[in-house]
């Protein structure tokens, strides 16, 4: 679905990202993984033309990724984005919210709500709060919100940078799980950063383990865990092990 | 620039002189805002409509140079004033020895000037008049003779170059008791005795009031503010019967005739029009109408005008200054420079801003708007900015992501956002130009401002007050409208805030 060719992107005098190529497979989760500042939100945001990449060249689809005008609206259309927290528009209800597009785009009515209905039922959102506003739904709740809003016209690619952030370990499991069975029923290439380690190997794919602009390793969970490509990548599986006698095999 | 264009054209039309409709001619008179000049002004008014002339009185209009530039530009046909002044401050580059010379620098501007009403407003010495005739004196001159004498003089009197220390040289007067001192007090000092003299204006209502003796200025040292009626040269040709009628005033006033006018307006609380209206009977035996309005319609045909001013340039400030904060959020390099100019022109002193448009754009209400346009800009450009800038970088991003175009993100989410900063900075536009609007009387715009002003001359709290509660009034009124419609415009879930958001 995506290839990068020799990507690189600069913050002033910080190089954010090292030039760079890779692909992405189409109706796979990639999980771009690493500590904070690696630049793994860096190249999420390239993939649907909210940053520009410095040299190099992005392919969506085999063809390069608009710089501009109507060309990149039509691509983010196919690409659904969320962000850490929801980023949801506070003056508008939560239904509001997800219809916002369809509803720019003049759908009929009936699409709208069916497509909505779907939505729901998909996120297991409960019906009664999509009149509610931002301010009044739970952490959860907004998420699953944002999620219906990035899923609203059916894209093709889903990108998630940190989506369960923000949010209390128990809600975050609960989360966590029905990600993982949206995921599998929907099939779309999805691209997802996160800094947790568990939850990389429990939704995506493929893992790219990032450091400092560049990829480190890119493989399965257990692929890094047998070999790991250096010394940063043990340490970061270690660092993410339960700690000493906090449970069952802590002290093995 | 387009904008600014249509701004103009609307304060244009708004602002726009009424058509004239029969035959009759018109004729329009100004004042200045002191009482003397408002009872020339009234004078000349009644003697023209005497003839069926539709006559307007612009009156107290905000210093000599509104006037000035008022007659030349030809939205007034004539006013009062001292041929001093237009020797002195008008044309003071010119150097005009005298009249005549005067008369020609006049004519070449198109204007022309009545022979003298008959009475000299200058600087003046004054003295009870009891004590001047035991001294036995009636001209400065005779001061000479009598060195112990206690003078008391206005600040500004001591402080002018042809004040105190030119009148001194010139009559060789021997004194050495001399003080500055405000000029009320100089005339409470005359009263119990601790002054003897003090300077005056030659037609003060005072020299009634205190029983005073104006010294006769026998070296001629004090500068003629000789009363004149200045007038625009068509007028013979346009209402030549209402200008003769204007024109019996030459020669007519004397100075005991005009302090006695004075002091009936000042003291006696007259009002200024029935003050003329009789003075006309008794001199000229022309009987005029003296019209006068009901406190309430008084207040209402105000409130209308105050109305006008405040809403025309509101909404042609929003006009500008929505888009405006708009460029200055997205450039925010330009946005700056709008930002300081903006908060430059709100440095300007409101009556100095009035008084630079009146080249642009002449007295009466359209002056007045656009100075008010110019200060409601700010808060309104600053709000603006502020709330586009203060929206959340990840509701943007989600915003730029989902597809939507610049336009639709601005319309469907930045500036339903903002709206409440939008909205804070039209209302405080909005109460700042409820205020500041009562200087539009300044310029003949109307408005609170007409009764403040008179009442401020007159020192008269009532009057004050008659402009004051309604302004006051429409201020928080003003404020209390936007709070309703901030309940209609700024969306619910901006209004639930944060006190129900709940963790979960």
Redo the contacts between chains.
């Keep these: 679905m995506y290839e990068l060719q020799d990507v690189s992107k600069c913050y002033g005098a910080t190089q954010a990202l090292h030039p760079l190529s890779l692909s992405l497979p189409a109706g796979r989760t990639t999980v771009l993984l690493g500590p904070s500042g690696c630049g793994k939100s860096t190249l999420l945001r390239l993939l649907?033309g909210?940053l520009a990449c410095d040299t190099g060249r992005v392919l969506f689809d085999g063809k390069p990724l608009p710089t501009g005008g109507?060309a990149l609206?039509?691509?983010?259309?196919r690409?659904g984005?969320?962000?850490?927290?929801?980023?949801?528009?506070?003056?508008?209800?939560g239904e509001e919210n997800v219809t916002?597009?369809a509803s720019?785009l003049r759908w009929p009515a009936a699409k709208t709500r069916e497509r909505l209905d779907a939505l729901v039922e998909l996120t297991r959102f409960p019906t009664d709060a999509l009149a509610r506003?931002?301010?009044?739904?739970?952490?959860?709740?907004r998420q699953r919100v944002?999620l219906m809003?990035a899923l609203m016209?059916d894209p093709d690619v889903l990108?998630l940078d940190e989506p369960l952030g923000a949010l209390?370990p128990l809600?975050r499991h609960e989360l966590q799980g029905d990600l993982r069975g949206i995921f599998a029923r929907l099939r779309k290439t999805v691209v997802l950063v996160t800094h947790d380690l568990a939850e990389a190997g429990f939704l995506g794919d493929s893992i790219l383990l990032m450091r400092e602009g560049r990829v480190v390793q890119q493989g399965r969970l257990a692929d890094l865990e047998a070999r790991p490509a250096d010394d940063f990548v043990t340490r970061f599986i270690q660092a993410q092990r339960p700690l000493p006698g906090g449970g069952p095999g802590g002290e093995a | 620039m387009r904008v600014w264009l249509l701004v103009l054209l609307l304060v244009g039309a708004c602002g726009g002189a009424p058509a004239s409709g029969d035959g009759a001619p018109e004729v329009r008179v100004g004042s200045k805002k002191f009482t003397e000049s408002v009872i020339l002004g009234e004078a000349a008014a009644q003697l023209a409509r005497s003839t069926g002339a539709r006559v307007t009185h612009r009156r107290e209009l905000g210093g000599t140079t509104v006037l000035w530039e008022a007659l030349r530009r030809g939205e007034l046909d004539v006013y009062p004033e001292y041929t001093g002044t237009l020797r002195q401050e008008l044309l003071s580059g010119r150097h005009l020895p005298d009249d005549a010379a005067l008369r020609e620098a006049l004519a070449e501007s198109g204007l022309r000037m009545s022979e003298p009403l008959g009475f000299n407003n200058t600087y003046a010495l004054g003295m009870k008049e009891a004590e001047a005739a035991r001294l036995g004196i009636r001209r400065i001159s005779d001061l000479r003779a009598h060195p112990s004498l206690r003078f008391g003089f206005s600040n500004e009197f001591m402080d002018r170059a042809d004040g105190w220390p030119a009148l001194r040289d010139s009559y060789r007067l021997p004194q050495r008791d001399v003080r500055g001192l405000d000029h009320d007090l100089a005339y409470r000092g005359m009263e119990s005795g601790s002054l003897q003299l003090t300077d005056l204006y030659s037609t003060d209502a005072e020299i009634q009031a205190y029983g005073l003796r104006v010294l006769e200025d026998d070296l001629h040292h004090f500068p003629a503010y000789d009363a004149v009626l200045l007038y625009r040269d068509d007028l013979e040709a346009r209402a030549p019967e209402a200008l003769a009628a204007m024109l019996r005033l030459e020669g007519r006033v004397s100075e005991e005739d005009m302090v006695k006018l004075n002091a009936r307006a000042r003291l006696e609380r007259v009002s200024e029009g029935r003050v003329a209206s009789d003075f006309l009977a008794t001199a000229l035996g022309v009987t005029s109408e003296v019209r006068g309005d009901g406190l309430a319609a008084r207040v209402w045909k105000r409130t209308r005008e105050h109305l006008f001013l405040v809403g025309v340039s509101l909404l042609a400030a929003m006009a500008l200054a929505v888009p405006l904060g708009v460029l200055a959020a997205r450039r925010p390099r330009l946005g700056r420079g709008v930002l300081g100019l903006t908060g430059v022109i709100q440095t300007v002193p409101s009556l100095a801003l009035l008084v630079v448009m009146i080249p642009l754009l002449g007295i009466g209400s359209r002056p007045a708007i656009a100075a008010l346009f110019l200060y409601s800009l700010l808060p309104i450009v600053r709000n603006t900015a502020a709330g586009l800038a203060g929206i959340?970088p990840?509701?943007r991003?989600?915003?730029?992501?989902?597809?939507?175009?610049a336009r639709?993100r601005l319309w469907?989410?930045e500036l339903?956002?903002a709206?409440p900063s939008i909205l804070a900075g039209i209302q405080t536009a909005a109460v700042i130009n409820v205020g500041t609007a009562t200087l539009g009387a300044l310029v003949g715009a109307g408005g609170y401002g007409q009764p403040i002003l008179t009442g401020i001359r007159l020192d008269d709290v009532r009057l004050i007050l008659e402009g004051a509660v309604p302004a006051a009034a429409l201020a928080l009124l003003a404020s209390g409208l936007f709070d309703a419609v901030e309940r209609v415009v700024v969306?619910?879930?901006?209004r639930?805030?944060?006190a129900?958001?709940?963790?979960?």
């Excluded at chain 1, 609206?73 to 259309?77: C, E, H, I, S, T």
């Excluded at chain 1, 506003?133 to 709740?141: A, E, W």
Aim: hydrophobic share 40%; no cysteine.
């Design positions: 649907n909210l109507d609206l039509a691509v983010r259309r690409v984005y969320a962000l850490q927290g929801g980023g949801l528009f506070p003056h508008l209800t916002l597009m720019h506003y931002p301010s009044q739904l739970s952490g959860g709740q944002a809003r016209l990108l209390d809600v | 959340p990840e509701v991003e989600s915003a730029e992501a989902l597809g939507l175009p639709a469907r989410i339903p956002m709206a969306p619910r879930g901006l639930l805030g944060t129900v958001r709940s963790t979960r």
